[in-house]
C-alpha cells in the first residue's frame, strides 16, 4: 500500500511540474486565432529545425536544444487533457509573437504565415510518440550524415548543420599530424563554432560565414565540438584521428 502512494505522489508531483511548464508558456502568450488553418507543417517543420531546434527538445523534429523549454515534457499534460493541435498552436503561436520578459527567446522568430506554420507543426507533433512519415520524415536531413571530413594540404573542413540542427554535417574526420588551417561553414544562421580539445584550436563564433583557426595536431584521437552553451550537449559534437 505504501509503495503505490509513493507511486501516486510521485506521479503527481511530475504532472505538476509539466503543468507549470505548460502554464509558464500559457501566460506569455496566447491567441484566439487558429494558427492551423491552411498551414503547411512541412514547411513549419524546416523553419522550426532552423529557427528553434537550437534552444528546444522535440523528438519528432530530432532537436536536441537545452536553453528552452523542452516542448514535448511542456505539452504532454495538454495532450492528457485533449487540448487538440488548434489549443497547443493558439499557445505556441503566442509565445512566438509574445515570448515574454523572462526568456532569452527573441519576438517574432518568426512571422506572419512562417509563425502559423511553425506553431502548426509543433502542435501536430509534440509529446506525440513515434516518428514523422511522408512528406515530414523528409522535410529535414538527418544531421551528421555527410562524409567523413579529410584535411586537405593542410586544410580540415568541418561543416556546421545548414538546416540549423545542432551537429556538424561530418561527424567524424581524419588529418596528418603537423600545421593546420581548421574552418567551418555555417549557413544556419544559428552561431556556431568549431573547438578541438586538447590541441588548442578553436575557432570564432560565426552565425554565417566561414570561421577558422589555425595550429598544430599531434597523432591520437581528438573530439571537435561546438563551444556555444548548449551546443555540445544538444549533439554537436564529432570525432577527430590524426595520424
Known amino acids: 500500500m505504501k509503495s503505490r502512494k509513493n507511486?501516486?505522489?510521485?506521479?503527481?508531483?511530475?504532472?505538476?511540474?509539466?503543468?507549470?511548464?505548460?502554464?509558464?508558456i500559457t501566460v506569455s502568450g496566447c491567441t484566439n486565432e487558429d494558427p492551423t488553418k491552411n498551414a503547411?507543417?512541412?514547411?513549419?517543420?524546416?523553419?522550426?529545425?532552423?529557427?528553434?531546434?537550437?534552444?528546444?527538445?522535440?523528438?519528432?523534429?530530432?532537436?536536441?536544444g537545452v536553453t528552452g523549454p523542452n516542448l514535448d515534457d511542456a505539452f504532454r499534460i495538454a495532450r492528457v487533457e485533449r487540448w487538440g493541435d488548434k489549443g497547443i498552436a493558439g499557445v505556441v503561436y503566442g509565445q512566438i509573437g509574445y515570448p515574454g520578459r523572462t526568456t532569452l527567446m527573441p519576438a517574432n522568430l518568426v512571422k506572419g504565415q512562417d509563425a502559423?506554420?511553425?506553431?502548426?507543426?509543433?502542435?501536430?507533433?509534440?509529446?506525440?510518440?513515434?516518428?514523422?512519415?511522408?512528406?515530414?520524415?523528409?522535410?529535414?536531413?538527418t544531421p551528421g550524415g555527410g562524409k567523413p571530413a579529410?584535411?586537405?594540404?593542410?586544410?580540415?573542413?568541418?561543416?556546421?548543420?545548414?538546416?540549423?540542427?545542432?551537429?556538424?554535417?561530418?561527424?567524424?574526420?581524419?588529418?596528418?599530424?603537423?600545421?593546420?588551417e581548421l574552418r567551418m561553414p555555417n549557413k544556419s544562421g544559428v552561431p556556431h563554432n568549431i573547438e578541438i580539445e586538447g590541441a588548442s584550436i578553436a575557432t570564432n563564433i560565426v552565425k554565417s560565414g566561414t570561421a577558422s583557426a589555425k595550429g598544430t595536431l599531434k597523432p591520437g584521437?581528438?573530439?571537435?565540438?561546438?563551444?556555444?552553451?548548449g551546443h555540445r550537449a544538444g549533439g554537436m559534437v564529432g570525432k577527430l584521428t590524426v595520424k
Open 7 to 24: 507511486a501516486q505522489s510521485r506521479t503527481l508531483r511530475a504532472s505538476a511540474l509539466v503543468a507549470v511548464a505548460v502554464a509558464g
Open 40 to 64: 503547411d507543417v512541412v514547411k513549419g517543420k524546416k523553419l522550426f529545425v532552423q529557427k528553434c531546434g537550437a534552444c528546444h527538445v522535440l523528438g519528432r523534429a530530432g532537436t536536441k
Open 116 to 141: 502559423k506554420d511553425v506553431a502548426a507543426y509543433v502542435a501536430a507533433v509534440a509529446a506525440v510518440p513515434g516518428k514523422d512519415t511522408g512528406l515530414l520524415a523528409a522535410a529535414v536531413p
Open 150 to 180: 579529410v584535411e586537405q594540404n593542410g586544410v580540415l573542413t568541418i561543416e556546421a548543420d545548414p538546416n540549423g540542427q545542432l551537429a556538424y554535417t561530418q561527424t567524424t574526420a581524419t588529418a596528418t599530424a603537423g600545421p593546420v
Open 221 to 229: 584521437t581528438f573530439t571537435y565540438f561546438c563551444a556555444v552553451p
